[in-house]
């Protein structure tokens, strides 16, 4: 027995139930087949009552290392308290500084103390 998941339109196959008989629908499928469509370069998607075709979009171009976000947009993405943790912990050759003249259980504590000073929100 077949299913197809309602995301891309690909197909499933469907266990069988064994308490009840029948067959089981996995998760994010339905039991209406999409119409025909190339999964090359196609997905089909179901909301509930028919499918639509949509074009697989494009990757994206490579980087070409050109920073994706400028720090200020990071900035803007980045919560406060995370912000205010970076800037504690220091930039990556303090922290190994850091770790080497002082040892692993100091940079725990002292990573400790920053949480603390600067928690996650609830």
Not at 34 to 42: E, L, R
Not at 52 to 58: A, K, N, S
Not at 79 to 100: I, N, S
């Amino acid at each position: 027995m077949k299913a197809w998941n309602i995301k891309n339109g690909h197909e499933r196959n469907r266990q069988v139930d064994p308490l009840e008989g029948g067959y089981l629908m996995p998760k994010n499928c339905t039991d209406v087949k999409p119409p025909s469509f190339n999964k090359d370069t196609h997905i089909a998607k179901f909301d509930g009552s028919k499918w639509t075709i949509e074009e697989i979009p494009e990757e994206p171009k490579e980087f070409e290392g050109k920073p994706i976000y400028t720090p200020e947009e990071a900035a803007a993405l980045t919560p406060e308290y995370q912000q205010k943790r970076l800037a504690e912990y220091g930039m990556l050759d303090e922290q190994m500084e850091f770790l080497t003249e002082n040892g692993l259980e100091a940079w725990q504590e002292k990573v400790k103390l920053i949480k603390k000073k600067y928690p996650k929100p609830e």
